[in-house]
């Protein structure tokens, strides 16, 4: 893989204001072309390609373009924000180095997994409930801000999420474009659900392994190697770290501790007015019909799931 030389791009934490002059002249140029909007945090969002972006993640992303060059045994982990990024890069760091580096001893111990977890052309990609992501990605924001946020920018955050207009989205166009390819391409394209993970782990663990080829062994099965995997790397486990509770990102300079909140399934239900509720599954239903995926929408998972699974009961 080609080395990218980034040293003349200074690392702009990510919610302080942007200093433009700090981009590169081509994303400078860019940034004159593209539509705009106004999101609900304050920052300016720019429509590339289909999707939204901040200046500094369009950056980014022109490097890549112009520099990246994938390796057959690459392996992609990709989620829109708020889906269970951190703990994904857990479990996938614990899987594959874990003969290596024994789960005592384990660099997650003392490291946060965006230290450790790199771009790695498999791809391993997880969604979560758009609702549930949503409100875990307006708090998150909200503890990274300078200032607190309106409360009434959730409902507004909302209203644009209807609209299509958020950072990395649409998320409908995101989500269901890596699920159409891993119909397609399943030896390439692994899917997990962030509700799926939280209801059983241990399957999807195993799933994970066969499709990162270091598949657990019938030993490992049985010396309960998933099981210690899952203890090491969750929510509560990685919350509690020294580095996760007082540590910060070196490059945007978020809160390690931002990037833990909840981890509940529904909790949505007690930050939405019914009338928002309403037409956010009228909008679900809408965006799934026909695709075959669908959202676990509570903790009570016989009761609520909406998408194209609904549509067709």
Request: hydrophobic share 35%.
């Amino acid at each position: 893989m080609e080395h990218i030389e980034t040293s003349s791009v200074t690392p702009t934490p990510l919610f302080e204001e942007l200093d433009v002059n700090k981009l590169s002249n081509e994303c400078q140029q860019l940034l004159q072309t593209l539509p705009r909007e106004k999101w609900w945090d304050g920052c300016y969002l720019y429509l590339y390609h289909g999707f939204w972006f901040r200046p500094q993640g369009l950056q980014g992303i022109l490097l890549f373009q112009k520099h990246f060059q994938a390796e057959e045994d690459d392996v992609f982990i990709i989620t829109v924000p708020k889906s269970g990024t951190t703990w994904l890069k857990a479990l996938t760091f614990a899987i594959t180095n874990r003969k290596d580096c024994p789960l005592p001893q384990s660099p997650l111990l003392t490291s946060n997994p965006h230290q450790l977890v790199y771009s790695m052309c498999r791809i391993v990609y997880m969604c979560r409930n758009p609702v549930d992501r949503f409100i875990s990605l307006w708090h998150f924001v909200n503890l990274n801000r300078p200032e607190p946020l309106k409360q009434d920018s959730l409902e507004a955050g909302l209203e644009m999420m209807c609209r299509e207009v958020e950072g990395y989205g649409p998320f409908w166009r995101h989500v269901l474009g890596y699920w159409k390819l891993s119909k397609e391409r399943p030896g390439k394209v692994l899917f997990l659900k962030y509700e799926d993970l939280k209801e059983d782990i241990i399957p999807h663990l195993k799933s994970l392994a066969e499709f990162l080829g270091i598949s657990f062994s019938e030993e490992e099965e049985r010396q309960g190697m998933m099981e210690e995997i899952a203890k090491l790397c969750s929510l509560d486990s990685l919350r509690n770290r020294e580095v996760n509770v007082n540590g910060k990102h070196k490059f945007v300079g978020i809160k390690n501790s931002s990037l833990f909140r909840k981890g509940e399934v529904g909790g949505w239900v007690n930050n939405v007015n019914p009338s928002m509720v309403e037409k956010i599954e009228n909008l679900i239903e809408e965006k799934l019909s026909g695709s075959g995926l669908s959202f676990k929408m509570s903790c009570n998972y016989t009761k609520t799931k909406l998408g194209d699974n609904q549509a067709s009961t």
